[in-house]
T-cell receptor, first 113, second 109 residues
Framework: DVKVTQSSRYLVKRTGEKVFLECVQD?????MFWYRQDPGLGLRLIYF???????EKGDIPEGYSVSREKKERFSLILESASTNQTSMYLC????????????FGAGTRLSVL | GQNIDQPTEMTATEGAIVQINCTYQ??????LFWYQQHAGEAPTFLSY??LDGLEEKGRFSSFLSRSKGYSYLLLKELQMKDSASYLC??????????WGAGTKLIIKP
């Protein structure tokens, strides 16, 4: 069974804090993605990575950065959390490109107070 | 711009049939996906259409009309466990996924 694991299901942080969201996949997939999911909106791509140390901006990269030091791990970093970053964050992986079947983690619900 | 429309919420009865529609306007088209997402869980892949017509997979079927920019997901013999959100996603001309906001399906006994 394929597995994408996000380290936290719920996080509460304060404005201005640096926040790390971690994601690990055990499928040896080349591609990994970070999305945010907000009510009434489709999934929005923040960043994706197609290889170790490689990254591409998605549709809404402002205020975020990412790190991929190992193939199985993709981290999303909020350098200085703001209240408008309160959201559900979903990590996904895919054996091919961003336009193919993706395997998702269960999500991290982040609240920034 | 690119746009995908789905109804926000639908209600159906256990044992019945429900059709969830998805219309899209995108820059190019290279396939359409349906995902299921139970509350608090990961979205999981259900179906993929790239050619016109109906793809059947057990109780679930997905239909595509490229000329109309339209797809639907058909769920038969509804079960309570089918209560979930159903996400439509289109692979555009640049092979990027554009996601709809999802349809929350509520099944009543």
């Amino acid at each position: 069974d394929v597995k994408v694991t996000q380290s936290s299901r719920y996080l509460v942080k304060r404005t201005g804090e640096k926040v790390f969201l971690e994601c690990v996949q055990d499928m040896d997939h080349e591609n990994m993605f970070w999305y945010r999911q907000d009510p009434g909106l489709g999934l929005r791509l923040i960043y994706f990575s197609y290889d170790v140390k490689m990254k591409e901006k998605g549709d809404i990269p402002e205020g975020y950065s990412v790190s991929r030091e190992k193939k199985e791990r993709f981290s999303l970093i909020l350098e200085s959390a703001s209240t408008n970053q309160t959201s559900m964050y979903l990590c996904a992986s895919s054996p091919t490109g961003p336009g193919d079947i993706q395997y998702f983690g269960a999500g991290t619900r982040l609240s920034v107070l | 711009g690119q746009n995908i429309d789905q109804p926000t919420e639908m209600t159906a009865t256990e044992g019945a049939i429900v059709q969830i529609n998805c219309t899209y306007q995108t820059s190019g088209f290279n396939g359409l996906f349906w995902y299921q997402q139970h509350a608090g869980e990961a979205p999981t892949f259900l179906s993929y259409n790239v050619l016109d017509g109906l793809e059947e997979k057990g109780r679930f079927s997905s239909f595509l009309s490229r000329s109309k920019g339209y797809s639907y997901l058909l769920l038969k013999e509804l079960q309570m466990k089918d209560s979930a959100s159903y996400l439509c996603a289109v692979r555009d001309g640049n092979y990027q996924l554009i996601w709809g906001a999802g349809t929350k399906l509520i099944i009543k006994p």
